[in-house]
């Protein structure tokens, strides 16, 4: 069995270019909270794209499969929450972000949760 309240970081990397692997870490996401775990999401690299309105509507694991934005709502009912990489030289005006979205975070806050949290998943 689990530690009560063991905190589960998952770092999403993968994006628009690998969307097969899009939806698993928001599906492993929310069994994890389910199951008590605190759990934080955190897009970077190309996973930061997630977090863009059109590309969570739209992308698909499978060709009839649920958008990406089912699964992302699924992790945040179960609890989880939801980081997005603040990308120096990226200019976000403009571009409609996912309600879910908690907070844009920093590198080094990134860092942070890594020494801190009991596990690490990059998916």
């Known amino acids: 069995m689990h530690a009560p309240n063991q905190r589960v970081l998952i770092l999403v990397a993968s994006g628009p ?27 970077t690299g190309e996973g930061t794209q997630l977090a863009r309105r059109d590309v969570a509507e739209s992308l698909r694991a499978v060709a009839d499969g649920e958008p990406l934005l089912h699964f992302i709502r699924n992790a945040r009912l179960a609890g989880a929450r939801l980081l997005m990489c603040r990308q120096p030289g990226v200019d976000l005006t403009g571009i409609a972000l996912i309600d879910e979205l908690d ?13 801190e949290y009991e596990r690490v998943l990059t998916l």
């Open 17 to 43: 270019s690998t969307p097969a692997r899009c939806a698993a870490p928001f599906h492993i996401a929310t069994l994890l909270a389910c199951m008590d775990a605190e759990v934080t999401l955190y897009l």
């Open 103 to 115: 907070e844009i975070s920093s590198g080094g806050e990134l860092a942070q949760m890594i020494l």
